[in-house]
């Protein structure tokens, strides 16, 4: 392993996190200052300290840009649109960005979910290391003897790009019934109603469909199927969150219904399935 990597991250965020333990970091919609205490987390790669990461409500935050930089061993040309609160870090082989406050981060066009865990402090992007480790493939490890991580990058590779990974039928109608049924819901729960989908589609005893299209057209399921809402072209934030949902992030767990019990008929899933959460104004039952 050579000599710079060894250290390249230790400086700057142990530096980081004595900032972070007295000085206000904004939140991550940039709006609500709050005051974060931190405890330092080593992560070793191959037996070697490498630096140290941050703890904060049991979620290690690393850097974005340094972290990055670390592992592709190449410089990072990051840019800052202050208007938009959008990050973006660019090198031959990728690209990052993430606008803070949106919930998630793009790599090559890849969607990562981050809900609520991001923060821009004093200009530093901090992000959870495991998010970062999913987007480069990276294998995490905590070491709880030495209450410290620990990172395999024997595998690691830049994610491909988001043009040739998302596509087909899935992604057609997955953002569409998450716009139909979900626009004015946050990303979470758009999430939330994608998973209902793909757990439908995922379940072993067949009977809600073979396809994504199969289970949103299967009779009597979908109220938007009955009045052509199904059709309506996607927004962003809802092709964003079908994206999310392929990417196997899940907000409900392995509900198969929901429904928004001011305007719908609940009674039935009380009574008969089993309630597992509630996001803003839908309730998820699996």
């Not at 057609?172 to 939330?192: D, F, H, K, T």
Request: charged residues 15%; negative net charge; glycine residues 10%.
């Amino acid at each position: 392993m050579e000599t710079k990597r060894k250290a390249v991250c230790s400086g700057a965020v142990a530096a980081l996190c004595l900032l972070l333990l007295v000085l206000p970091g904004a939140a991550a919609d940039g709006t609500e200052p709050t005051v974060l205490s931190c405890t330092q987390v080593p992560m070793y790669i191959d037996g070697e300290y490498i630096g140290s990461g941050i703890l904060m409500d049991a979620v290690t935050y690393v850097p974005l840009r340094t972290f990055t930089e670390h592992i592709l061993q190449e410089p990072c040309e990051a840019t800052w649109d202050q208007d938009a609160g959008t990050a973006t870090l660019r090198t031959d082989r990728l690209t990052v960005s993430i606008t803070l406050g949106q919930g998630y981060m793009s790599a090559n066009g890849r969607m990562i979910y981050l809900g609520d865990a991001a923060y821009n402090v004093n200009g530093t992007i901090l992000v959870p290391i495991r998010e970062l480790a999913r987007m480069l493939g990276l294998a995490l490890t905590w070491d709880t003897d030495r209450w410290a991580i620990h990172i395999d990058d024997s595998a690691w590779s830049v994610p491909v790009s988001g043009d040739s990974y998302y596509g087909g039928e899935e992604l057609y109608w997955l953002s569409r019934v998450i716009c139909s049924e979900a626009a004015n819901q946050p990303l979470e729960g758009m999430i939330g109603v994608g998973n209902v989908v793909l757990n439908r589609l995922n379940d072993p005893t067949g009977q809600f469909g073979g396809s994504v299209s199969e289970v949103i057209f299967q009779y009597g399921q979908f109220d938007v199927v009955a009045s052509g809402m199904i059709y309506c072209e996607p927004s962003d934030a809802a092709t964003v969150a079908a994206k999310l949902c392929l990417e196997g992030y899940n907000t409900v767990g392995q509900s198969k219904w929901f429904v928004n019990p001011r305007i719908g008929i609940s009674t039935w899933m009380r009574l008969n399935k089993t309630y597992y959460c509630t996001i803003a104004d839908h309730d998820f039952y699996a």
